[in-house]
């Protein structure tokens, strides 16, 4: 880890896992999958990208995975005992 994107992509990436994970281990699991994909391919597509050098391309793709688990995969619903 040598770059400022592989660490955060990586911490992004942690924190989506870690969502996936603490709302697999309460049933009933609603979450879909395959809507964690978007934001994990984004943060090593932004990793990738960063790292040769296309630097303004990863910060916009890192801010739109972050924009995306916010937004669609909500992580403080569980907080709030909301239930979509």
Do not use: K, Q
Not at 54 to 79: E, G, N, Q, T
Request: hydrophobic fraction near 50%; charged fraction near 15%; proline fraction near 6%.
């Amino acid at each position: 880890m040598r770059t400022v994107f592989d660490w955060i992509s990586v911490i992004l990436f942690c924190a989506i896992a870690l969502t996936l994970l603490h709302r697999s281990m309460h049933p009933p699991f609603r979450d879909r999958i395959i809507a964690y994909l978007p934001p994990s391919i984004g943060c090593a597509g932004a990793n990738w990208l960063g790292n040769e050098g296309y630097h303004i391309a990863a910060i916009l793709i890192l801010i739109a995975s972050a924009a995306y688990y916010h937004v669609v995969l909500d992580p403080l619903r569980d907080l709030r005992g909301g239930d979509r």
